[in-house]
């Protein structure tokens, strides 16, 4: 029975991973030539003013984080349960929530900008332009919250190419908006910005064609139905609150780290640091591409109770994540002029600290990656209190902790021994965790990655090949299984409902006999219930066409038998579940 246990779920990881990972490269990829051109067109001295403004993006991060990725997870669960109207309601009140949001940040940021300006940065010498950059920025936060917003719903609802072409298309224009108002018209740090925000409005325009589409599950119903609207908005934030503080960590660590660079190390010391920073979007472009590959998977099926394809998806998403942060770092250790060059440095000065601190810093990639891969984990299995907890010592006490004791200290080497130390000393606390969460439960049950590590008894798990015979036989074994623990009739039906069940997918799905089904059935007193999930065409056996009610074809026998059968659609993959009962 366990002969392709992994093959759906190893197809479903590969057809989110790759959009999901080249959506976070062309947003990353973007963001980091972004920095390079503003570096080569107007000079690497007036990078630190984009940098300064990056607190404002990482405030709007944090909120669309929260209510768009927590919203998605809260609908993918909800899909996995058939409630399909309440994850409508879920996927209505986030979207309108976070889209006023944003409307409201371009209002009140345009209107208080001279003196959030000032509270970003300290210096006079980029003040000028810090306003005239986050001016134009907070006009594109509307745009920027929808965009990324719809495609975390939009991924979660199986359609994940849509969001990566959405951000493909922003970041490109982007770039050569970059290249047309820097270079050519001479707007400056104003045209990076402007070039943005036009970036913004050609993805948000590609993101309609999914609120066009008829594919989609994800449906606008009326949010105040019921009088929950703010009680579905609790919920949403709840569920995303630990990954998106994230955001807010970064934000208030990103406006402490510069006050103390600049205190401790000097104008130069932020030159070095913005460069830093804004080389790690290329790091990120796998950890977060990974981490948000294994949110909504290991979401739902850890919230089925399929803990091994769960830590099959962690495990999955740990070596990549590893193995990215590796081949990364080697490569920026032996040829750190990469970075030199392309930021076009002269400076024989800051040309020194650079290379010096680019070979140290690669050494908290590894620490960085396992920990993003982890967080996202502990919030997708509903660890949010340790989620947030990690969260808040990686992402502002450990940075700040050690930055306030190695700058003064060491200067910039400091600086970078407080960077390593950061990641390597969470990551520490994270595996610390999980081996005393382990010795913990040992005399409970056996536990692993902090899921049981055996499954239950009341639960069979198998997976057939979609082809006749292997569905006969195994739901022969199904019956044996079932018969050892209810009456004959139960046992029965359940081998009738399996065989009509696969045939019926396995007769839909002729032109692709390499797909398989993973089937599930649980033991609820007196019932079984039957789940089931395939990647194939829809079979839905809860539509009984007019005229063959009484009829003997395998969706007509599964109502007859059945005391309840729903089917929907979560993460991509038609999901039914039926259940049976000596009643019917």
């Not at 499954?455 to 299984?481: I, N, Q």
């Amino acid at each position: 029975m366990t002969d392709n246990k992994y093959k759906l779920i190893s197809k479903k990881y590969k057809d989110f991973f790759w959009p999901t990972l080249a959506m976070t490269m062309a947003n990353n990829m973007a963001l980091f030539v972004d920095s390079v051109l503003v570096s080569t067109f107007i000079g690497v001295e007036k990078m630190p003013a984009v940098q300064l403004c990056f607190p404002i993006v990482a405030f709007v991060n944090m909120v669309y984080w929260m209510l768009g990725l927590g919203g998605s997870l809260l609908a993918s669960n909800l899909t996995a349960d058939h409630n399909r109207d309440k994850a409508n309601r879920i996927f209505t009140v986030s979207m309108i929530s976070v889209v006023v949001f944003g409307i409201a940040v371009a209002i009140l940021g345009t209107l208080f900008m001279p003196g959030i300006s000032k509270l970003l940065c300290k210096d006079e010498l980029y003040l000028e332009d810090v306003r005239a950059y986050g001016r134009v920025l907070v006009c594109g936060m509307p745009l920027l919250c929808f965009i990324m917003s719809l495609s975390y719903f939009s991924r979660a609802d199986g359609s994940p190419k849509i969001g990566f072409w959405a951000v493909v298309i922003s970041n490109c224009v982007n770039l050569c908006m970059d290249t047309v108002l820097i270079k050519f018209c001479g707007l400056g740090v104003t045209g990076a910005a402007l070039a943005t925000v036009i970036g913004y409005i050609c993805g948000s325009l590609f993101m309609l064609r999914y609120l066009c589409s008829q594919k989609r599950q994800m449906r606008f119903v009326d949010p105040f139905r019921g009088g929950s609207f703010f009680r579905d908005l609790m919920s949403i934030s709840a569920k995303g609150i630990p990954t998106a503080s994230s955001q807010l960590y970064i934000m208030l660590k990103t406006q402490i780290l510069n006050t103390l660079i600049t205190s401790n190390v000097g104008s130069v010391g932020l030159q070095i640091y913005s460069i830093y920073s804004n080389s790690l979007f290329l790091v990120y472009i796998i950890f977060i591409g990974t981490a948000q590959t294994l949110s909504p998977i290991v979401s739902v099926y850890a919230h089925e109770g399929d803990y091994d394809r769960a830590r099959y998806t962690l495990k999955r998403s740990i070596k990549t994540a590893l193995g990215g942060a590796v081949g990364i770092g080697l490569l920026f250790a032996v040829f750190p002029q990469i970075i030199q060059f392309l930021y076009g440095i002269k400076d024989p000065e800051v040309i020194d600290a650079c290379r010096t601190g680019i070979r140290l810093y690669v050494l908290s990639y590894p620490g960085l990656a396992f920990f993003y891969i982890m967080s996202y984990y502990f919030q997708a299995i509903k660890r949010a209190r340790l989620a947030a907890i990690m969260t808040a010592l990686e992402g502002l006490v450990f940075p700040v902790s050690f930055m306030a004791v190695f700058a003064p200290l060491f200067k910039m080497t400091g600086v970078w021994i407080a960077i390593i130390a950061t990641d390597t000393v969470a990551s520490a606390v994270i595996i610390v965790h999980l081996i005393l969460s382990k010795r913990k439960h040992s005399k409970e049950g056996a536990v692993s990655f902090m899921l049981p590590a055996e499954p239950s008894p009341d639960r069979l798990e198998f997976t057939v090949k979609m082809d006749l015979p292997d569905s006969v036989r195994l739901s022969a074994e199904a019956e044996t299984w079932v018969k050892e623990r209810l009456d004959s009739s139960v046992s029965v039906k359940t081998c009738l409902a399996l065989e009509e069940m696969l045939t019926g997918i396995a007769s839909v799905n002729r032109s692709s006999p390499e797909e398989v089904v993973d089937v599930v059935l649980r033991q609820e007193d007196k019932c079984v219930v039957i789940s089931m999930r395939d990647m194939g065409e829809t079979f839905n056996p809860t539509v009984v066409e007019e005229g063959r009610e009484q009829g003997f074809d395998n969706i007509s026998v599964l109502n007859k038998i059945a005391a309840s059968i729903k089917y929907d659609r979560s993460i991509g993959m038609n999901c039914t579940m039926i259940r049976i009962s000596n009643e019917q």
